[in-house]
């Protein structure tokens, strides 16, 4: 093959190298590594370097060095006019060997500054990466194996190439200030959630102060909502919305007279009507905010529907209740049950699990009583890390030894086939 | 005779000289291998490095780097390099990028051998 065609193979073939190479959003160093010896070899050059000049800065950032020797740095101080010098100079490489052949005065002075620390280093050829109308960065190469000087062809292969790193370079720190710009977005959107659940705390904290009998009532329905959506298998962020539903749920009692819900008594119809408007009124509360996680309006205004159709406001049946809406309501309900009310203290485990059996499929859905059975047999079975049952009903209210063959035996009548699987060997 | 076939390159040390084979394609990845097998045998003492190139139908532009890299670490530890067994083709390419004016190039791996033993002989009584 003729010299010149098989140097033009060559080169051509590195530059498709080249393309591959830069296309690869991996490693980024690695990435400019092996472009530098992809150019490195496509001319047999022995030694290089690439830096990088930021925009916002006027030192060079060395991003890989080959054969220039581990004490060279590689580092020049580059100010507007050098960078506007390289930018508007008709050379695209600038060649240590010649001097007085540049005309720009910021050049002049800057390859003579460097002059004498190129030729230590051996360094024979600048090359400027410019994509955009910017300086992204300087190519430094040492000379040829062949020891002949640089012809103009080589300086044209050599700036092709510099191009396509120069590319991706740029492409490179484009994507990581998306990444980052995303990142922090990431990172705020995370603070409001925080602001978001904290300012829900204290709502639920305001909800429940106007009730002096069930104080902590909305954040432990929120607590066994979350319990309820991760037994069922919600995704981490449903099972959050699930928490802030419970937080929220008795939003609306805020609109209620205090001394209906605080009345030491069975309420008349009157007064069991207007406590009744709570769940709608929560929903008029709740719509016009943009909560993070969806339907916590309809899970408020909901909790009090029963799979029967007897329910209020709207008196759904069955399916037209959404989940999130029936997981509140038992949650809510095993909290009415377990905490002592006005008109009577709370009732025993065994009242609790007779009462999910007589009202389950009627008031309850079945696969929610069957995941709140589950989570709390895994706490009694001493599989979960944390103990929050314990926490919110007290040390003494459960009893492993009695409630667990209570809550197994519920569970094989709800669901005969899951039940032993689901929640543990008897 | 050791013989050993780290990271996929083959290898095996004639005295002070390693030969090390370069497999079908000299690029990055196999590279790598190659130089990583130099700079090993380099350092446990290697005075000559045979590179065979029997196998190999093509080196692109990184496998070109590499062998220069691989020759400037030879040099620094004041060793010598021989390629042999290079196609013509490939020749022709060393040639052109001025390659074959750091390494000598040997008919076949016996003949790289035979003449490294008695420059390495000669160097050694220069040496005493």
């Known amino acids: 093959?003729?010299?010149?065609?098989?140097?033009?193979?060559?080169?051509?073939?590195?530059?498709?190298?080249?393309?591959?190479?830069?296309?690869?959003?991996?490693?980024?160093?690695?990435?400019?590594?092996?472009?530098?010896?992809?150019l490195l070899g496509t001319l047999a050059i022995r030694r290089g370097a690439i830096v990088e000049c930021p925009a916002q800065l006027e030192t060079t950032n060395p991003l890989v060095l080959w054969g220039l020797g581990n004490d060279y740095e590689a580092r020049f101080l580059i100010d507007a006019a050098t960078r506007d010098a390289f930018l508007t100079s008709d050379k695209g490489a600038f060649e240590v060997a010649e001097e007085g052949v540049v005309k720009e005065p910021a050049l002049q002075s800057f390859l003579e500054t460097h002059r004498p620390e190129y030729r230590v280093h051996l360094i024979e050829l600048i090359v400027p990466m410019i994509v955009r109308g910017n300086l992204t960065g300087l190519v430094l190469l040492g000379g040829k194996a062949s020891g002949k000087p640089f012809r103009s062809d080589d300086i044209e292969v050599i700036r092709a190439m510099v191009r396509h790193i120069g590319v991706g370079i740029h492409t490179h720190r484009l994507l990581a200030e998306v990444k980052h710009q995303a990142d922090e977005n990431r990172r705020l959107y995370f603070d409001l959630r925080g602001i978001y659940r904290d300012t829900v705390r204290a709502f639920a904290a305001a909800i429940d102060m106007k009730d002096k009998y069930t104080q902590g009532h909305s954040e432990r329905v929120g607590k066994y909502s979350e319990i309820i959506a991760r037994e069922l298998g919600f995704g981490e962020e449903e099972v959050e919305g699930m928490a802030i539903a419970g937080y929220l749920h008795d939003i609306g009692k805020l609109v209620v007279e205090r001394d209906i819900i605080n009345a030491p008594y069975h309420i008349d119809a009157k007064q069991s009507s207007e406590l009744n408007r709570h769940p709608a009124a929560g929903f008029e509360i709740l719509s016009p905010i943009h909560h993070p996680y969806a339907d916590i309006p309809l899970m408020a205004r909901y909790h009090h529907e029963r799979m029967d159709g007897h329910g209020y406001p709207d008196g759904l049946t069955g399916t037209q209740i959404p989940l999130g809406a029936k997981i509140v309501t038992v949650a809510d309900s095993f909290d009415a049950m377990t905490t002592d009310r006005p008109y009577k203290t709370r009732r025993s485990f065994d009242e609790v699990i007779r009462d999910f059996r007589s009202n389950t499929g009627s008031q309850f859905d079945p696969v929610v009583v069957s995941a709140f059975c589950r989570a709390l047999l895994k706490e009694l079975n001493g599989e979960t890390k944390e103990?929050?049952?314990?926490?919110?009903?007290?040390?003494n209210y459960l009893n492993a030894e009695k409630d667990a063959p209570l809550i197994r035996k519920l569970l094989t009548e709800l669901d005969p086939n899951t039940t032993a699987t689901a929640a543990g060997s008897a | 005779?050791?013989?050993?076939?780290?990271?996929?390159?083959?290898?095996?040390?004639?005295?002070?000289?390693?030969?090390?084979?370069?497999?079908?394609?000299?690029?990055?990845?196999?590279?790598?291998r190659i130089e990583h097998e130099c700079k090993k045998q380099?350092?446990?003492?290697?005075?000559?490095?045979?590179?065979?190139?029997?196998?190999?139908?093509?080196?692109?532009?990184?496998?070109?780097?590499?062998?220069?890299?691989?020759?400037?670490?030879?040099?620094?530890?004041?060793?010598?390099?021989?390629?042999?067994?290079?196609?013509?083709?490939?020749?022709?390419?060393?040639?052109?990028?001025?390659?074959?004016?750091?390494?000598?190039?040997?008919?076949?791996?016996?003949?790289?051998?035979?003449?490294?033993?008695?420059?390495?002989?000669?160097?050694?009584?220069?040496?005493?």
């Open chain 1, 1 to 38: 093959m003729e010299s010149n065609t098989q140097k033009l193979v060559h080169s051509f073939g590195a530059l498709a190298d080249l393309g591959q190479e830069i296309a690869d959003t991996g490693d980024f160093i690695e990435m400019v590594r092996t472009s530098l010896r992809l």
């Open chain 1, 387 to 395: 103990r929050r049952f314990l926490k919110m009903l007290g040390k």
């Open chain 2, 1 to 32: 005779m050791r013989e050993s076939i780290g990271s996929n390159v083959r290898s095996h040390c004639v005295g002070t000289t390693a030969v090390v084979y370069a497999s079908d394609y000299l690029n990055k990845l196999t590279g790598e």
């Open chain 2, 42 to 128: 380099l350092d446990s003492g290697a005075r000559a490095l045979v590179i065979d190139f029997s196998d190999t139908e093509l080196v692109n532009s990184i496998g070109i780097s590499i062998l220069l890299g691989i020759i400037d670490i030879a040099e620094k530890s004041g060793a010598l390099v021989v390629f042999s067994d290079v196609n013509d083709k490939i020749v022709q390419l060393f040639d052109m990028l001025g390659l074959t004016l750091h390494v000598v190039l040997a008919k076949d791996e016996q003949e790289a051998l035979s003449g490294l033993s008695s420059l390495l002989t000669q160097t050694r009584s220069i040496g005493h």
